[in-house]
């Protein structure tokens, strides 16, 4: 079974250089590419997710914040 991944990062060089590494690996599934993290939350409403790629450093909401708002997050690097 694979792990369901999501990227949340707001620059796209970062998210591209993860996405590419997570390729190597049969065992990642890419579910979705976020800019923000209320994108990212809507994808975590609406799909099953393992693991989050989370960007510490966005505007509006920082990933420290996001995380401390989910009340069951998956695993997060």
Do not use: W, Y
Request: proline share 5%; glycine share 2%; net charge negative.
């Amino acid at each position: 079974m694979k792990t369901k991944c999501i990227i949340v990062d707001d620059e796209p060089l970062a998210i591209e250089v993860i996405e590419n590494h997570l390729q190597q690996f049969e065992e990642f599934e890419i579910v979705a590419k976020c800019s923000d993290a209320i994108q990212a939350f809507e994808i975590l409403k609406q799909k099953s997710i393992d693991l989050i790629f989370l960007d510490i450093q966005m505007p509006k909401i920082t990933g420290i914040d996001f995380l401390k708002t989910l009340k069951n997050p998956p695993r997060v690097i």
